[in-house]
């Protein structure tokens, strides 16, 4: 009998450690899982009851959180609408997929998720928000994701309306309830809600049945929402020119608009929370519940008047920090209702989706799949940090391009457009106050260096 060659012996543990890995974050190639994604809009991760909000109501996905794991460090990692879409269904950020604002992706359509589970044979819908260019109905056995620009009430074809979530919510249980008995399925809910109906004078436009939520309540102001917080940026976003400053006038400019501006915006998340839950309800009803990969998250964090500001695309931990559910039925029984630290990012998404498929992930995706970090036996080596991007957006001046390296006691920031850069201790500056000027260079070449 033949010997290895030596080389080959040498290489021995490493394969061992490697298969070792890959079993643990592979599901069952012979049961591939249905998948549901619940995707919110401009919902950032603390604006549920489980992460400790103490007015906004989340009974739904707090059971949800219940019921599988929640991530308490999810990112995005380019915060606006159309670009973080397109990382969700590409598992790549902004650089790569070529999206900079609410174009279509360039990547090849055979790669991001939809299409390779369509190509394994599930079946496939999307319902919602798309603003990736013009919905590509021909791509998905069940496509409704035409609803732009922003609308809350539409108006049918009876000449009646319909609230934005309602329609979201019939469209993902006509999709369920329609569905090939027999297929494994694939739906992306991507809920309106709670983004603001820009071109409205209010904003919010939640369901007159909500409007009893949180009528007696007060929603606390958060502490850098003050004009000094707000003189503290960088002079080239601390003006009037600067869109979130415009947006926070359009919702926050007085007491009295906050409090009415922050309970419409959520009674659109309860309203979210609801119809997540329904769906859940018919997964429970067909007997596929337990069958079927759910996750909720969002497309990107929300200013609630930090800093002066609202809306997103800065890179700042409001804007960026999302929240992130996912029931796994692979998941540990030890595991359920707990919750991860480890950083997970939005271009993890579509590796984690494929996973449950037993579909691997091209190449060209940039994320992992999230299972490694709840296996029987996790994978050891996960990221320590990520790189943020945002391009401009109509101007400068509108809105700044701007990039990150964050870690989780360090944020570099960096504006190319006026050549800025900020340094942040995160365990020190809290929430971004207290910016780090001396040794701004050195620090920052050492921190690179370590990468």
Same mark, same amino acid.
Request: include cysteine.
């Given at each position: 009998?033949?010997?290895?060659?030596?080389?080959?012996?040498?290489?021995?543990?490493?394969?061992?450690?490697?298969?070792?890995?890959?079993?643990? %974050?592979?599901?069952?190639?012979?049961?591939?899982?249905?998948?549901?994604?619940?995707?919110?809009?401009?919902?950032?991760?603390?604006?549920?009851?489980?992460?400790?909000?103490?007015?906004?109501?989340?009974?739904?996905?707090?059971?949800?959180?219940?019921?599988?794991?929640?991530?308490?460090?999810?990112?995005?990692?380019? &915060?606006?609408? =159309?670009?973080?879409?397109?990382?969700?269904?590409?598992?790549?950020?902004?650089?790569?997929?070529?999206?900079?604002?609410?174009?279509?992706?360039?990547?090849?359509?055979?790669?991001?998720?939809?299409?390779?589970?369509?190509?394994?044979?599930?079946?496939?819908?999307?319902?919602?928000?798309?603003?990736?260019?013009?919905?590509?109905?021909?791509?998905?056995?069940?496509?409704?994701?035409?609803?732009?620009?922003?609308?809350?009430?539409?108006?049918?074809?009876?000449?009646?309306?319909?609230?934005?979530?309602?329609?979201?919510?019939?469209?993902?249980?006509?999709?369920?309830?329609?569905?090939?008995? +027999?297929?494994?399925?694939?739906?992306?809910?991507?809920?309106?809600?709670?983004?603001?109906?820009?071109?409205?004078?209010?904003?919010?436009?939640?369901?007159?049945?909500?409007?009893?939520?949180?009528?007696?309540?007060?929603?606390?102001?958060?502490?850098?929402?003050?004009?000094?917080?707000?003189?503290?940026?960088?002079?080239?976003?601390?003006?009037?020119?600067?869109?979130?400053?415009?947006?926070?006038?359009?919702?926050?400019?007085?007491?009295?608009?906050?409090?009415?501006?922050?309970?419409?915006?959520?009674?659109?998340?309860?309203?979210?929370?609801?119809?997540? +839950?329904?769906?859940?309800?018919?997964?429970?009803?067909? =007997?596929?519940?337990?069958?079927?990969?759910?996750?909720?998250?969002?497309?990107?964090?929300?200013?609630?008047?930090?800093?002066?500001?609202?809306?997103?695309?800065?890179?700042?931990?409001? &804007?960026?920090?999302?929240?992130?559910?996912?029931?796994?039925?692979?998941?540990?029984?030890?595991?359920?209702?707990?919750?991860?630290?480890?950083?997970?990012?939005?271009?993890?998404?579509?590796?984690?989706?494929? +996973?449950?498929?037993?579909?691997?992930?091209?190449?060209?995706?940039?994320?992992?799949?999230?299972?490694?970090?709840?296996?029987?036996?996790?994978?050891? +080596?996960?990221?320590?940090?990520?790189?943020?991007?945002?391009?401009?957006?109509?101007?400068?001046?509108?809105?700044? &391009?701007?990039? %990150?390296?964050?870690?989780?006691?360090?944020?570099?920031?960096?504006?190319?457009?006026?050549?800025?850069?900020?340094?942040?201790?995160?365990?020190?500056?809290?929430?971004?106050?207290?910016?780090?000027?001396?040794?701004?260079?050195?620090?920052?070449?050492?921190?690179?260096?370590?990468?």
């Amino acid at each position: 009998m033949k010997s290895f060659p030596m080389r080959l012996v040498r290489l021995l543990p490493w394969f061992v450690a490697l298969f070792a890995v890959t079993r643990a %974050a592979t599901p069952d190639q012979a049961a591939p899982l249905n998948v549901v994604i619940l995707y919110a809009d401009d919902w950032r991760h603390d604006t549920l009851g489980c992460a400790g909000n103490p007015i906004v109501l989340t009974p739904r996905l707090d059971a949800l959180a219940r019921e599988g794991l929640r991530f308490t460090n999810s990112f995005v990692t380019t &915060s606006i609408c =159309g670009v973080s879409r397109a990382t969700l269904l590409t598992g790549q950020g902004m650089s790569r997929h070529g999206n900079k604002a609410f174009d279509m992706f360039r990547t090849p359509w055979a790669e991001p998720y939809p299409a390779l589970l369509r190509g394994r044979g599930y079946w496939v819908g999307h319902v919602g928000k798309w603003h990736n260019g013009p919905f590509p109905a021909d791509r998905y056995d069940f496509g409704k994701g035409t609803i732009t620009p922003m609308r809350h009430w539409l108006k049918q074809a009876d000449g009646t309306e319909v609230h934005v979530t309602r329609k979201n919510e019939n469209d993902a249980l006509e999709f369920l309830r329609t569905r090939p008995a +027999g297929k494994p399925f694939c739906l992306t809910l991507a809920f309106v809600a709670a983004h603001a109906e820009d071109q409205h004078p209010k904003q919010y436009l939640p369901q007159p049945e909500s409007l009893a939520l949180y009528r007696d309540v007060t929603v606390p102001v958060p502490r850098t929402a003050t004009d000094e917080h707000f003189r503290r940026l960088p002079p080239f976003l601390a003006n009037d020119r600067n869109e979130g400053r415009n947006r926070w006038k359009w919702r926050f400019d007085t007491p009295e608009k906050y409090q009415e501006y922050m309970k419409n915006y959520y009674r659109l998340c309860a309203e979210a929370d609801a119809a997540s +839950g329904r769906v859940i309800d018919e997964l429970q009803r067909q =007997g596929v519940l337990d069958r079927t990969l759910i996750i909720f998250t969002g497309d990107n964090g929300y200013f609630h008047g930090e800093h002066g500001l609202a809306d997103k695309w800065y890179p700042h931990e409001e &804007s960026i920090r999302v929240p992130l559910i996912v029931r796994d039925p692979r998941l540990p029984a030890a595991r359920r209702g707990r919750t991860e630290a480890a950083f997970a990012l939005n271009v993890d998404l579509a590796p984690t989706i494929l +996973g449950a498929a037993g579909v691997p992930a091209p190449r060209g995706m940039q994320g992992s799949d999230l299972a490694a970090l709840y296996a029987e036996t996790p994978v050891n +080596g996960w990221r320590t940090e990520f790189f943020y991007e945002h391009a401009v957006i109509r101007s400068v001046d509108f809105i700044p &391009s701007s990039e %990150a390296l964050v870690r989780r006691d360090w944020k570099y920031m960096f504006w190319p457009d006026h050549g800025r850069e900020q340094l942040f201790h995160l365990a020190r500056s809290e929430e971004h106050t207290s910016e780090l000027q001396s040794r701004l260079h050195l620090v920052c070449r050492l921190l690179l260096e370590k990468k």
